[in-house]
């Protein structure tokens, strides 16, 4: 789907209005609440407080403590008990504070709500989500913006996804709670309130598994995810200034990701730029260009470039340096360009 066209679809059915990322996925909250009963929200000060960032502030004073509670401080506890919900047949929606807080419920995540399906022969699942705020930008230092999603995309039987934009950020978290497999909802913390635009006021989902071209070109093809995304876009328009043609690519889902669209965008500019703020080594861009080689090899014209964190703990103040703004962007584009 490009830009164009998700304009298209949030208009061309009804009313739309502007809001944030935060104030899209708690739309999306409250119309899961509202439309399955078996949708269940839970962790650390969800409640009455509305949680960390506020992304569920009011839902329990509409729909009761039954519904929306918090939790012991207890990441293990949480994913435990939503694995346990969802495989009686509810439709958990358990949230982690933040990211990098996840690593208590690691094993659960991994061995077993990720394997039920798997283990039982597909005679049970667990649908659930597991929402989190995710990355940098916010100067939390190393325990508070760190962005792991990496663990997960390497873990079979979970979805993985990243929305960078309000309609996305809807979109993907009312497929995921509807789906049937657990998925891994990051939350790009630096775009809650920064990113804004259209939504329909009217149902609909984004598909998990396509990814979004947000501006079309000939040179080079920049591809994200996340909270790099306005970046990418900062460092299109320096590059469209000198006459450079470049096409902008959102991947929004990781796992599954869209092999087909990156394909197709490269071997039409022949030079690719693949970004996001996580540190290098194991980073999941790595995946994107190794497919991208050795798929796209006959139709690249430079190396595949990557523009990504460093590989060291995320610092308290130094969050310009680490992220991987647009002048390193630019850099890395110039470099494919120049080669």
């Not at 504070?97 to 283990?119: H, L, N, T």
Request: charged share 20%; aromatic share 8%.
């Amino acid at each position: 789907m490009t830009a164009t066209q998700e304009r298209a679809g949030a208009s061309g059915a009804g009313e739309t209005r502007t809001i944030n990322l935060i104030q899209a996925i708690t739309e999306a909250l409250h119309e899961e609440l509202e439309r399955d009963e078996r949708v269940v929200l839970f962790g650390e000060d969800v409640g009455a407080r509305g949680g960390v960032f506020m992304a569920t502030a009011g839902l329990q004073a509409t729909f009761g403590k039954h519904r929306v509670f918090d939790t012991p401080l207890s990441e293990a506890s949480i994913v435990g008990a939503a694995v346990g919900m969802a495989v009686r047949g509810l439709r958990p929606v358990a949230e982690i504070q933040f990211a990098d807080y996840m690593g208590p419920g690691f094993d659960q995540i991994i061995s077993q709500a990720a394997k039920i399906r798997y283990r039982s022969a597909g005679q049970f699942t667990a649908p659930m989500v597991i929402r989190t705020p995710s990355g940098g930008g916010v100067k939390g230092g190393h325990h508070h913006s760190q962005s792991p999603e990496a663990y997960y995309t390497h873990t079979p039987g979970l979805k993985v996804v990243m929305p960078s934009t309000p309609y996305d950020a809807k979109g993907l978290l009312k497929a995921a709670i509807r789906g049937e497999d657990p998925v891994i909802y990051f939350e790009p913390k630096r775009l809650y309130r920064a990113s804004k635009g259209e939504v329909p006021t009217h149902d609909f989902t984004v598909k998990i598994g396509e990814a979004a071209v947000r501006r079309e070109g000939s040179d080079l093809s920049l591809i994200g995810y996340g909270g790099v995304m306005p970046d990418l876009e900062k460092a299109a328009d320096a590059l469209a200034a000198e006459g450079v043609s470049v096409e902008v690519i959102d991947l929004r889902s990781l796992v599954p990701w869209d092999k087909d669209r990156v394909l197709t965008s490269v071997q039409k500019t022949g030079r690719a730029v693949l970004v996001s703020e996580a540190p290098r080594i194991g980073n999941f861009m790595g995946e994107v260009a190794y497919s991208i080689q050795a798929e796209a090899f006959d139709y690249l014209t430079a190396p595949v470039g990557q523009v990504a964190g460093f590989d060291t703990p995320y610092p308290y103040v130094q969050d310009k340096v680490y992220l991987p703004g647009p002048n390193r962007i630019v850099r890395a584009c110039v470099q494919a360009l120049n080669y």
